[in-house]
């Protein structure tokens, strides 16, 4: 299996441009989770969905993120208009068959709003 | 508000010492996961705790869960260059539904 597929792996952008990131799942898991990683505030969980239902988005900092999962081997992150302040790793992760069994986690997509 | 501290958030040793990172919290977790993380790459799970008072062993690697299932600590001997990296503790709260994350402890073990 190769894994948990996230794309680009860096973006740089400008404030105010829209920015999509990307993920694959491991195939056959289930639950597909976001996260995003700063030195300030770790690794902190936007969302997570289960069977491409969106479960919990108390993480999503505000209306210009969004998240989608229209299959079990895609999803979004969708971040409109972007700011300085979203520049972060942000992850991408899945599991099997419950939300706090081991997660495998996508190497991450650098992001950089200028 | 976060549920999992861990201490200390840095740590540089010099390789062959010894050292522990700690893992605390006031809730009561139904299991615990550490998981290490390398420079550019997504964490990474190394153990699972379930059982109040377990210990675990990963080479030199020992891992502990508290009697009462609120803390754990992770125990290194004769620490490794390849063992620098975010060590990070993840807590399985009942009810939550899902993983919280610790603080991190960013260890580098220097040659």
């Known amino acids: 299996d190769a894994g948990v597929i996230q794309s680009p792996r860096h973006e740089v952008t400008e404030m105010g441009q829209e920015v999509t990131l990307r993920c694959k799942p491991i195939s056959g898991h289930d639950y597909l989770f976001w996260y995003r990683q700063t030195m300030m505030r770790g690794l902190e969980l936007l969302i997570y969905?289960?069977?491409?239902?969106?479960?919990?988005d108390s993480g999503m900092p505000e209306d210009r993120f969004s998240a989608k999962m229209p299959n079990a081997s895609f999803s979004t992150l969708k971040i409109q208009p972007s700011e300085p302040r979203d520049s972060a790793v942000y992850f991408c992760?899945?599991?099997?068959?419950?939300?706090?069994?081991?997660?495998?986690f996508g190497p991450g997509t650098r992001l950089t709003v200028l | 508000t976060q549920l999992l501290e861990q201490s200390p958030q840095f740590l540089s040793i010099q390789e062959g010492e010894n050292l522990t990172v700690y893992c605390n919290s006031s809730?009561?977790?139904?299991?615990l996961q550490w998981y290490r993380q390398e420079p550019g790459e997504g964490p990474v799970l190394l153990v699972t705790?379930?059982?109040?008072?377990e210990v675990k062993k990963l080479k030199r690697l020992t891992f502990q869960f508290g009697d009462a299932r609120k803390d754990s600590s992770l125990h290194i001997t004769a620490a490794q260059p390849g063992d620098t990296g975010l060590y990070l503790c993840?807590?399985?709260?009942?009810?939550?539904?899902?993983?919280?994350f610790g603080t991190g402890t960013r260890l580098l073990v220097s040659p």
């Open positions: 993840a807590g399985a709260v009942a009810g939550f539904q899902k993983l919280v």
């Open positions: 809730s009561v977790f139904s299991s």
């Open positions: 992760a899945s599991s099997l068959r419950r939300p706090d069994n081991e997660q495998f």
């Open positions: 705790v379930v059982t109040g008072g």
């Open positions: 969905f289960n069977n491409n239902v969106p479960i919990d």
